[in-house]
């Protein structure tokens, strides 16, 4: 049989085992295995079998996951969240739409030491949605903004998912971190101008909170020295070419262990869910991957992904036309698949089409990234519209699904901004 055939066929068989509900990590090393020993030999499947997990196990590249995994956790136990969403509530919630604008800037910042879009809308969630509900304010727009600004979690670096690329396409997560700083900003804002729109054309969805005294806003701000701290050690660190991403995962957790040891929110309880949580996490990421080693190991004796750049590089279509085609396709996906597994999924098969069309890597990667959040909170099946509405007690899902509408056409507008002006995701890489 064609090997390109046997390719096909292979995918197809992986989306079944997919349907059928069978975890990704192994759907992919299942699928690969078998394809494999029927390209190559039940020998050569086998040798496969046993070399694979102990090479991406022990490689010191991941060991850069379960260090900023970690991070995040210390980071949560220590009230970061809180404290931030606390800080920017005291300086706009008395404006229209501050309380809404406050926890979009209070995800924004917990994204920047926790790189999980999904923890970042469960954690904000629970803090912000009582207080908005409190004031008034219309649950489209308090859930809204909470599923949307959660996206910002694997935008803004450390981001799990720059992580996660850079290891699979073999570019430097550093550069990827640094790529991802200013789309993330901009985002924000996109975010803040919908919200601002929304309260301009109907102030009754989101009315002001109490003022709050200049004193108390001014003390506020010593709550946020937490974060500051973090994100300056961790990304000035990695800007500077003082450690590496793998080692800032590790000055990071020391870093969040001690802001919660100072702030007097660490104890054994604590720190054995930390790092429970955190092996769960890892070897959940693991497992994917090295099922994904399979399932590449299968593609590259097929000669499929090759042979699929080569035809869409070859076709008389404009590359941004293509690029649509496969950012739509993500959209899809992201829908009814957590971010991780999709990219994991489809870059050995959608990279080498992105280096044929002659795309920056780095700035294909932001793209990708910000897309995957997208579909995190499309309709039918966006993942964070789950948490939320697990997080909000009696909101329904057509409600909070109406809420980000507006909050999607703001990505929509954040991804042509990207493929129009891409020296916003390269100026900063290309300063280090």
Known sequence: MDP??????????????????????????VTGFFGYCLMMGIPAGLSLLHLVPYSAGSSYTLT???LFVLMGQF???????????????????RYAGGLSMATVLGCAGFAAVSGSSLATAATMGTVAIPEMKKYGYDSKLATGCVAAGGTLGILIPPSLGFMIYGILTEQSIGKL?????????????????????????????????????????????????????????????????????????????????????????????NIKESVLETGKTTAMIFLIIIGAEFFSKFMGVTMLPMMLADYIGGLALNKYLILTFILFTYILLGCVMDCVAIMILTTPIIFPVINALGFDPIWYGVIMVLVLEAGFITPPVGLNVFVIRAVSGDIELNTIFVGILPFLAACVVAVILLIVFP???LVIPNLM
């Not at 096909?8 to 059928?20: D, E, R, T, V």
């Not at 980071?75 to 920017?88: E, Q």
């Open 4 to 29: 390109s055939i046997i390719g096909i066929l292979g995918i197809c068989a992986l989306f079944f085992l997919l349907a059928i509900r069978m975890y990704i990590g192994l759907a992919m090393l």
């Open 64 to 66: 850069v996951i379960p």
């Open 75 to 93: 980071a949560y136990i220590s009230g970061i969240s809180g404290d931030i969403y606390k800080a920017v509530y005291s300086w706009i919630g």
């Open 177 to 269: 971190f640094m790529a991802g700083i200013l789309p993330g900003i901009i985002l924000s804002a996109l975010f803040l101008f919908t919200i601002f729109l929304q309260c301009k054309i109907k102030p009754s969805i989101g009315p002001p909170a109490e003022r709050i005294s200049l004193k108390d806003r001014l003390l506020s701000l010593k709550d946020i020295w937490g974060l500051l701290f973090l994100f300056i050690l961790v990304m000035g660190g990695i800007y500077l070419g003082v450690f590496t991403p793998t080692e800032a995962g590790g000055v990071g957790a020391f870093g969040a262990f001690l802001i919660a040891l100072v702030k007097g929110r660490l104890n054994f309880a």
């Open 423 to 425: 020296e916003i995701a």
